[in-house]
């Protein structure tokens, strides 16, 4: 009722586009990542294309030093020569700046200097003994240079050629001119390693493997035996001069790791993977509450759905003793909806205004501390002015926290069981009336009879005194007053029989108020002895002198007495007239007060006893069979017992036990 609309699932073009949102996340973040691989891919080309251009600047640099190198040693060489072959000996200072050109840095190893028809003039530094020449000197590749440079006049270079295991020289033909004679040519041996490896700076070869490749590919000279990382960083340029097919292969080494982007880069990764790992966290996170959202929906729907299903009446209130809950069947019941009834205190608009005083101590009651556990019968008033029955439980209202927030009533609406209570109750209370009512058929000619002879006896008293009057004889005062003493005697007993008899067959409600069962007993005997008398039955009445008084209905007591009575009466039909009698004793036992009948008469066989109770169960030709049945009633009612046993000697003692109304 005053439950929170349960909202709807999701339509489905709703939920395509959810899914796409679910999606977006892991898309922008691919996204990024691609970006982020892309920037850290084109920084690396860019450096790489920087490391290139800084590679190929710095080959041509090298490779201009090294030509710068070559040239000026060839100028060198031909300024010594014409000091070579001026004159011999050779002057100091010649040999002071062939010494200089032999320096290792200039690459030189040897200088010799052959006249014009090849012969070796000298050398420096000199050949040792007959150690082969230093130099390719006698050999073809060595006179085709020499031949060449003769013929063209300038300096030309040799081959490589492998001198002393791995190592390789190759040999400069510088020709001399002097007055426009030639008088020879100056050969300078180069050593290629040293060339290679001396002449590089240091901050080269730091950065660079310097290698020299013959025409056929292969290394003969390095600078560093460590191979590069790198093979994409690698430059290779015509050596020339000295030419003859030889390559300078630069090869940069691997660069310093730049840390700065590795780690930035990594941290992004990181990052990235955090970012990713979070992500799947939430989805997670997030399918488990849809999840727990679909479970608490269902359930809250199921629960809906039995709480409007609900025929108990289930209203809650706060301590203040606000309503703060009714469900739909509290709200059926009453006629009120859940907003006119929500927020009200009391009094309530259900209350039933006649009973007003006793629902509010009753609602006091509860606030205080609870009702009855079995609960508590309530008039209530529905909101059409009908009355409304109902039966209240009411427990403590526990809120999620374990606090005592309130209390929660269930609502029993009974008025169809008291309405259905109330006519069994009249149905029997007119039973039992019409059962008095033949008692009193079947007795009437007795009780006729019996009223018949105080009024008869009146009737000759008056006609006695009638009688005197008219013969005029004396009567003296105290006669007279004897006689009215006798005529009011009997009046009152006739007036004792038609109280009796009215008594017992008024129709009243039930009226249970403390009673003596001595009188009622008394009462019942009196109406019932002039059949006995008539039957030849002896009534014996023994009545405790003391007895507790009982919360009893007096008509209804009576007629259980009367009953037992002619029951016993009855059963004696066949007993000799001596044994005729009927005791009816009361006594006091315990908690209870009880009357018996004991009779001699057939006694209770016992297929019979079974059946005894049973309504309508008679073994009397004009009996009814309701007579047990109705007294038993009537001993509960009043929350007693009817019971029977056998007689000892003969005869059955049936027994009424009602409680007494104060503890004895
Ligand atoms: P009714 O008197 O109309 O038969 P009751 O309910 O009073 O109806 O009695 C039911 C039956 O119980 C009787 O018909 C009789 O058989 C048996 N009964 C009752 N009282 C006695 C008794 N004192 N002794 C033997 N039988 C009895």
New binding site residues.
Partial sequence: MNQPEIPSPPSAPLAGRKRWLQHLPYLSLALFLAAIAALVWLTREYDADEQRTTLISDVLWMEQNLRFHLDRNEVNLQEIGRELFAGQPLAAETEARLASLLNQERGLVQILWLSADGGLLGSIPPRQGDAPPATGRGSAAGDTTFQLARSVGRPVYGPTYPVMGDSYQFEVHVPIWSEDAQPGVVVGVYSLTDLVVRELPWWFSERYRVAVLDADGREIAAKSKVAPVSSRLVYSMPFDPPGHGLTLQITAYKSDTRWIPVLLGASIVLLAGIIVWSVMQLRRQLARRQQAEIALRAESAFRKAMEDSMLTGMRARDLDGRLTYVNSAFCRMTGFTADELLGLKAPMPYWDPEHIEQTFALHREILSGGSAPDGTEVRLRRKNGEALDVLVFEAPLIDATGHHAGWMGSVLDITEQKRAREQARQQEERLQQSSRLITMGEMASTLAHELNQPLAAIASYTSGCINRLQDDQPLDRRELLDIHERIARQARRAGEIIRRVHDFVRRSEPKREPLDLNAVVRDAVGLIEADARKRQMQLRVELASTLPQVEADAVMIEQIVV??V???M??MRETPTGNRVVEVRSTHLGRFATVS?A?R????PEE?AER??EPF????AE???????I?RSIAELHHGRLG?ELRAGG??I?TLSLPLDTPA
């Fill in positions: 009953n037992l002619r029951n016993a009855d059963a009948v009779d008469g057939t006694g209770i019979i005894l109770f169960f008679t073994t009397k009996g009814m069979g309701m007579g047990l049945n007294c029977f005869g059955t049936f």
